[in-house]
């Protein structure tokens, strides 16, 4: 079960199904140790359900999936441990301090005052945060609650992130600094798997994986991507990447 | 040319909460049929200004008007002429796709042939029409942004205002509304006022303002803003440049790098000799098969340069 896997995350044939809609469909998917692999799609394509489903907060219909090589159909509570999350609507607690926060978060991953408070020092340092530990969150610009989140998802020290839109509303210049820190997490040998919809930021990522209605339709660097669909830019490529799909159903 | 009449006039607006100074004397005009576009950093002031305007909080000073009426005397007729749309709207999350929207369109009175028109074409924008029978609830965070959206668009209010709309918006829906934007300003001579964290929306505008710690520091065509950057953008590109980045923020004259996928973009005085040092920095790094070339600034290198200079003085 906890076999050595060069893969970080991987799946075969995952499905989710609400009803008779199918929101996850056969999908196929392998992470590399240690990759920023960003996770791009049109709205509703699957996205959050995937990566819900991935951190054990959902069952899966049928298929496969394994997290860091622990099969999460038959060890939900194992694979816990070894992941962060950070939700698309991230939720901190507003009336509290910074350091609150991460005691709380710290504690939900069952860490020790000793470790913890170990922890809380070390994060705080490459995230940045020394000189806010002691401000309420609310009031904070949304650019430094996205770290504070950040830091409290990876204050386990898990070997994988799950960051589901994190840069949703940020301005630019927190969204650039923002991308130091997820390149900061993967020097630290962490897996990142990360959602967007900011295209320009899509292209730091190593790999992409482009879904759409359920279904994975492109996976590749950024690179190929771009080159095989002839366009200059990863938007431009996504574009006509879905565009194409939505003409083919009319 | 005939002067097109000032749609939304504001004039010295002030407004503080305990010590944070969210507004410092915004002066801002917006003419009739323009979308103007509102960028600046977190915090910088812009959903303030947006409440105050909408009439929902009030300013501590200064004056203002909505289609040439007064903000404080006529503010409940304003409040039926704008079309407003917050950053956080609220849906009814057990109401389906269809029941909401239809609860917009009966709130304003769209009806009839219009009322259809307005639908298919928001429903082309949203791609929510296979979905028109689930609850709200159940949607993603962005399918649920953009039927906000078309709730906010059902009607057609003389003047729009719109804070940061598109976050959460898929790149192929995001261009759509953006077109449904140009549609409404240029066509039907909707006035637009909106915020966005996203550079290439901005440059949608016919004019923007870059807000920052509750002042506006400038205001202008995204063409003449761009033009006015002072210093050259050099593009630096080939594989895995990313570590290379901060070997290249020490150069004498290099005012700031920036990683974007397969490409570094350096920011450096308007000299030559910054040129050779990068190149030479590189190949002493260590790499290899790199192409450096001038590349026209774009909007967003104008915000960093803004905020950065606002944050020296
Ligand atoms: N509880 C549920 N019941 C019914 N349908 C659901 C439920 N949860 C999600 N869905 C549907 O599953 C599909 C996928 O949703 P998901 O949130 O995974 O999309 P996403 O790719 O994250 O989109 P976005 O980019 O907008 O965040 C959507 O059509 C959504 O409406
Ligand atoms: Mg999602």
């Given at each position: 079960m906890t076999a050595e896997t060069r893969w970080a995350v991987e799946t075969h044939a995952l499905t989710k199904r609400f009803g008779d809609f199918?929101?996850?469909?056969n999908v196929d998917l392998q992470v590399h140790k240690g990759e920023i692999f960003g996770f791009l799609g049109a709205n509703g394509a699957g996205k959050t359900t995937t990566i819900r489903i991935l951190c054990g907060l959902l069952r899966a219909t049928s298929g496969q999936a394994s997290v860091s090589g622990v099969n999460i159909m038959r060890h939900p509570e194992k694979v816990k441990p070894l992941l962060g999350y950070m939700s698309q609507k991230f939720s901190l607690?507003?009336?509290?301090?910074v350091i609150d926060n991460m005691i709380f978060f710290g504690g939900v991953y069952g860490l020790k005052w000793k470790p913890l408070k170990q922890r809380i020092d070390h994060v705080s340092g490459e995230i940045g945060l020394h000189h806010l530990?002691?401000?309420?969150?609310?009031?904070?610009?949304t650019g430094w609650k996205q770290r504070i989140a950040l830091a409290c998802a990876i204050l386990h020290d898990p070997a994988i992130v799950f960051l589901d839109?994190?840069?949703?509303?940020?301005d630019p210049v927190s969204r650039r600094q923002f991308w130091d820190l997820i390149y900061g997490v993967a020097d630290t040998g962490k897996t990142v798997f990360v959602t967007t919809h900011y295209m320009d930021e899509a292209e730091y990522c190593h790999r992409v994986a482009i879904m759409y209605q359920g279904r994975i339709v492109s996976c590749d660097t950024p690179h190929t991507i771009k080159a095989q669909s002839g366009d200059p830019t990863l938007e431009d490529a996504f574009i006509r990447l879905v565009s194409d799909r939505i003409r083919q159903e009319v | 040319m005939a002067q097109k009449p000032v749609d939304i006039l504001a004039v010295g607006l002030q407004k503080q909460y305990g010590d944070i100074r969210a507004l410092q004397g915004i002066d801002l005009s917006v003419t009739h049929g323009e979308r103007f576009g509102l960028i600046g950093p977190d915090g910088a002031g812009k959903t303030t200004l947006i409440r105050v305007l909408c009439g929902l909080i009030r300013q501590d000073k200064g004056t203002f008007q909505v289609a040439g009426l007064d903000g404080m005397r006529s503010i409940r007729t304003i409040k039926s002429i704008l079309g407003y749309m917050p950053q956080k709207f609220s849906l009814y999350?057990?109401?389906t796709v269809g029941e909401n929207l239809r609860f917009f369109a009966d709130l304003f009175h769209v009806i009839g042939a219009q009322r259809q028109s307005r639908e298919e074409r928001l429903l082309h924008f949203s791609r929510l029409g296979p979905f028109w029978?689930?609850?709200?609830?159940?949607?993603s965070g962005g399918m649920k942004q953009k039927l906000a959206l078309s709730c906010a668009l059902i009607h057609t209010p003389a003047i729009l205002i719109l804070d940061?709309?598109?976050?959460?918006?898929d790149p192929v829906s995001r261009r759509e509304f953006w077109e449904i934007l140009r549609e409404l300003s240029d066509r039907d001579g909707t006035t637009i006022l909106v915020s966005t964290p996203y550079m290439d929306e901005a440059t949608r505008c016919h004019r923007v303002g870059f807000m920052n710690e509750g002042r506006l520091l400038a205001t202008d065509t995204p063409d003449n803003l761009i033009h006015g950057y002072p210093y050259r953008v050099i593009q630096v590109h080939g594989e895995?440049?990313?570590?290379?980045r901060k070997a290249l923020e020490?150069?004498?004259?290099?005012?700031s790098v920036c990683a974007l996928g397969e490409y570094l973009r350096v920011s450096t005085e308007k000299t030559d000799a910054v040129v050779h040092a990068i190149g030479d920095r590189l190949t002493h790094a260590g790499a290899t098969g790199f192409r450096i070339r001038t590349v026209a600034p774009l909007l967003e290198d104008m915000f960093v340069n803004l905020l950065e200079s606002g944050r020296v003085s």
């Open positions: 199918t929101a996850v469909d607690y507003d009336d509290l301090r530990l002691n401000r309420q969150v609310r009031g904070l610009p839109e994190p840069t949703g509303g940020v | 999350p057990d109401l029978k689930r609850r709200a609830g159940a949607l940061e709309p598109t976050t959460g918006v895995n440049l990313f570590p290379f020490t150069i004498p004259g290099v005012r």
